[in-house]
């Protein structure tokens, strides 16, 4: 399984509200990313990590941000949670894997976030 | 940018063949994965293809054709486990994967 822990698992909020999740990982990968997953939507990049304090943008990064002080932690922050950002958040780590690729990932298990 | 299109839903019979069909559009190709997800838990690595042909891995197997900017992933012999989300993605490089939207599949007795 990668290593790859979220928690909280599941989080219910306010509009308003700031919100960290937290994605623990345990074999000291290099890369990590936050995707979100909504219906309709499939799986899109939020922010990615490829080293301690350094990061970079995905597809949907407003809203949100992102800070590694250590290799094996990728905090993703809402500054102020807004009822657009329910969704399913999912951490994820780049290997090479046996199948030939140099970023094969790994997703751990998932946050449910609720932005009442 | 990167566009990718798969069926949303196919249904499928337990002991049979099924055949999930993606298209895409990319100004830059790294590789195509296909990826399983069942409701409710974390999308779990199927199978990558860089080159064009097919990559055949027990009952699951994948095609490329980069010229035609097209992939399947083909499914053997059915179970009843095999009901869930396949999702198709483009990346390989550092900076993560373009998801398509997935494909529920169902499959019935």
Same mark, same amino acid.
């Given at each position: 399984? /990668? #290593? %790859? ?10 509009? $308003? ?9 345990? *074999?000291?990968?290099?890369?990590? =990313? ?5 219906? $309709?939507?499939? +799986?899109?990049? %939020?922010?990615?990590? =490829? #080293? ?6 995905? *597809?949907?990064?407003? #809203? =949100? ?10 905090? +993703?922050?809402? *500054? ?11 951490? /994820? %780590?780049?290997? /090479?894997?046996?199948? $030939? ?6 997703? $751990?298990? #998932?946050?449910?976030?609720?932005? +009442? | @940018? ?28 790294? @590789? ?7 409701? @409710? ?58 998801? @398509? ?9």
């Amino acid at each position: 399984d /990668a #290593g %790859i822990t979220q928690s909280p698992r599941h989080k219910v909020t306010e509009t $308003g509200t700031p919100v960290t999740l937290r994605c623990h990982q345990t *074999e000291n990968h290099r890369y990590m =990313y936050w995707y979100r997953q909504d219906p $309709g939507h499939g +799986l899109r990049l %939020i922010h990615y990590s =490829y #080293g301690v304090k350094d990061t970079d943008k995905g *597809e949907v990064s407003d #809203g =949100y941000s992102v800070s590694r002080s250590k290799t094996e932690d990728f905090l +993703l922050t809402l *500054e102020s949670a807004t009822s657009s950002q329910t969704s399913v958040y999912f951490c /994820a %780590i780049s290997v /090479a894997g046996t199948s $030939g690729s140099m970023n094969e990932q790994f997703f $751990g298990p #998932g946050t449910r976030l609720t932005v +009442l | @940018g990167q566009n990718i299109d798969q069926p949303t839903e196919m249904t499928a019979t337990e002991g049979a063949i099924v055949q999930i069909n993606c298209t895409y559009q990319t100004s830059g190709f790294n @590789g195509l994965f296909w990826y399983q997800q069942h409701a @409710g838990e974390a999308p779990t690595f199927l199978s990558y293809n860089v080159l064009d042909g097919l990559e055949e891995k027990g009952r699951f197997s994948s095609f490329l054709s980069r010229s035609k900017g097209y992939s399947y992933l083909l499914l053997k012999e059915l179970q009843m486990k095999d009901s869930a989300s396949y999702l198709c993605a483009m990346g390989g490089g550092a900076d993560g994967l373009t998801f @398509g939207k997935g494909t529920h599949l169902i499959i019935q007795p």
